[in-house]
T-cell receptor, first 113, second 111 residues
Framework: ETGVTQSPTHLIKTRGQQVTLRCSSQSGHNTVSWYQQALGQGPQFIFQ???????GRGNFPPRFSGLQFPNYSSELNVNALELDDSALYLC????????????FGPGTRLTVL | GQNIDQPTEMTATEGAIVQINCTYQTSGFNGLFWYQQHAGEAPTFLSYNVLDGLEEKGRFSSFLSRSKGYSYLLLKELQMKDSASYLCAVRDGLGDYKLSFGAGTTVTVRA
């Protein structure tokens, strides 16, 4: 059983560019949540996908968007990058929406210059 | 919204006990979680409480009082590898089951 994987590990972009981050959920998990973690802070909820549909969204602007695919893998897209978007982006999968345990991937470290 | 508070830093000696407190004010409540996060790594699940009381799992225990909006994580027989950030998170259960995290408590274990 493979765990949650994310790609790429690190990424450097410049202001105004667009980025796509990818997440493969753990086998058997149909729910994926995305979080942004700034340095020294706890993760902040961006949105959750359940069976290919958005199932809740945090306080992030529309330039943060996502997708979930039939195999339950997911993408996070960020348009018009800003300096404050520099953070660790974490993906977490769970066996269902209400499941107690979310398994986090290793994260993608995004730096915006 | 959610307001979750925990101390920023704690230091303890190897073999000792440390208690990390977490207080929360949330619009809904459907469980409180504790995660451990080593520097540069993903958070890993430690414990889950939804009813009042103490949950024990090896060297780690977690306590919840819903009426007080209070939880603590107790780490016993501290080891050097326990040096990490400990995150308190609340699930609001209002349909999307998102987790709202505190800023984390950095625990440093000294020899």
């Amino acid at each position: 059983e493979t765990g949650v994987t994310q790609s790429p590990t690190h990424l450097i972009k410049t202001r105004g560019q667009q980025v796509t981050l990818r997440c493969s959920s753990q086998s058997g998990h149909n729910t994926v949540s995305w979080y942004q973690q700034a340095l020294g802070q706890g993760p902040q909820f961006i949105f959750q996908y359940y069976r290919e549909e958005e199932n809740g969204r945090g306080n992030f602007p529309p330039r943060f968007s996502g997708l979930q695919f039939p195999n339950y893998s997911s993408e996070l897209n960020v348009n018009a990058l800003e300096l404050d978007d520099s953070a660790l982006y974490l993906c977490a999968s769970s066996a269902s929406r209400g499941n107690n345990e979310q398994f986090f991937g290793p994260g993608t470290r995004l730096t915006v210059l | 919204g959610q307001n979750i508070d925990q101390p920023t830093e704690m230091t303890a000696t190897e073999g000792a006990i440390v208690q990390i407190n977490c207080t929360y004010q949330t619009s809904g409540f459907n469980g409180l979680f504790w995660y451990q996060q080593h520097a540069g790594e993903a958070p890993t699940f430690l414990s889950y409480n939804v009813l009042d009381g103490l949950e024990e799992k090896g060297r780690f225990s977690s306590f919840l009082s819903r009426s007080k909006g209070y939880s603590y994580l107790l780490l016993k027989e501290l080891q050097m590898k326990d040096s990490a950030s400990y995150l308190c998170a609340v699930r609001d259960g209002l349909g999307d089951y998102k987790l709202s995290f505190g800023a984390g408590t950095t625990v440093t274990v000294r020899a």
